[in-house]
């Protein structure tokens, strides 16, 4: 599968438009533009992939396409899992308190190995 940010940084190239410029229309800043073109970012919503394609005339829909591909495919965000499983925030934060005990992480990822198993 393409990756969206060498997608959006061709599209961007051949329209001649620098980061600035599409972060001033879209709104958002350079390096946020930049990291989802180095793909350290996921492809952003779909109303501002929508917005990025009007401003580089983009017309097939390409972009857009290729963002709801590699979203549909995409784990949720760290942050999205806590707030859909609020327990889970809860054991890594338990997890946290024994970090530098060695044995006790390795109990605990044997148990978790246990658990997955199951």
């Known amino acids: ?19 600035r410029e599409i972060g001033e229309y879209i709104g958002k800043s350079i390096g946020y533009i930049s990291d989802i073109e180095h793909d350290r970012k996921r492809p952003p919503d779909l109303e501002t992939v929508s917005k990025i394609e009007d401003f580089l005339g983009v017309e097939d829909g390409s972009l857009l396409k290729l963002a709801k591909k590699i979203r549909k495919n995409m784990k949720p965000s760290l942050s999205t899992r806590f707030k859909q499983k609020p327990k889970l925030k809860y054991a890594l934060l338990r997890a946290e308190k024994i970090y530098e005990d060695e044995d006790k992480l390795n109990k605990l990822l044997e148990t978790l190995n246990k658990l997955e198993g199951e």
């Open 1 to 19: 599968m393409a990756s969206f940010g060498l997608t959006l940084k061709k599209a961007r190239i051949s329209k001649k438009a620098t980061l």
